[in-house]
């Protein structure tokens, strides 16, 4: 089995990536599943989680156009005394 993974509408903000697997049935390529996408925002939170389940191709190209710099600020949210962004 075969993924491969698409950079998608990336943006400064954002970026969506598209994952798809493939299978060879008989001497053809055929397409196993529906399409995934997973989105990330250009936030510290956003880039960390890019890097944590991307392959590290697919995070070059990203950081490649996304700069050194988040261009979105992580909203940060309090329940129960404890503080998450």
Known sequence: METKKIVDMLTADSVSI???K???DD???VQVGKNHRKGYVNSGSGRAELQEKEPAEVVEAVLAIW???PTVQD????EGGETSC
Do not use: A, H
Not at 75 to 78: A, K, R, V
């Open 67 to 69: 700069g050194d710099t």
């Open 27 to 29: 001497g053809e390529i």
């Open 22 to 24: 493939f299978m060879k």
């Open 18 to 20: 598209l994952t798809q």
């Open 75 to 78: 909203i940060c949210t309090t």
